[in-house]
């Protein structure tokens, strides 16, 4: 049974920093690109992140670049999300999901495992 598990999210204040991690189980990450993606209440689910099996194609949301840094460990079986400068509109629930594709998508539709989720929530 192929499980994400997303840890890492609370609460911080505006200009703060946390991570987050996604532990995968079932499946070999190292065959899977892998993507963060959030949902703020009311609204639908964006693309944030997505990184290559191999790690050398990464792709992030413009509202994000140069303050998330997307990593992976396929020895762990592991994803990571690293968040700076956080802002209010960055407060969201997070996921991370699995995509047997090669190429990085930024089409939450097209991944094919999802973790249930982890809050993050910025504080002004």
């Known amino acids: 049974q192929v499980r994400l598990l997303e840890s890492g999210g609370g609460l911080v204040q505006a200009g703060g920093s946390l991570g987050l991690s996604c532990a995968a189980s079932?499946?070999?990450?190292?065959?899977?690109?892998m993507g963060w993606f959030r949902q703020a209440a009311g609204k639908e689910r964006e693309f944030v992140a997505a990184?290559?099996?191999?790690?050398?194609?990464?792709y992030y949301a413009d509202s994000v670049q140069g303050r998330f840094t997307i990593s992976r460990d396929n020895a762990k079986n592991s994803a990571y999300l690293q968040m700076n400068s956080l802002k209010p509109e960055d407060t969201a629930v997070y996921y991370c999901?699995?995509?047997?594709?090669?190429?990085?998508?930024?089409?939450?539709?097209?991944?094919?495992?999802w973790g249930q989720g982890t809050q993050v929530t910025v504080s002004s």
């Open positions: 079932g499946l070999a990450s190292s065959y899977y690109t």
């Open positions: 999901a699995a995509d047997s594709r090669a190429i990085p998508s930024r089409v939450a539709r097209v991944y094919d495992y």
């Open positions: 990184i290559s099996q191999s790690g050398r194609m990464i």
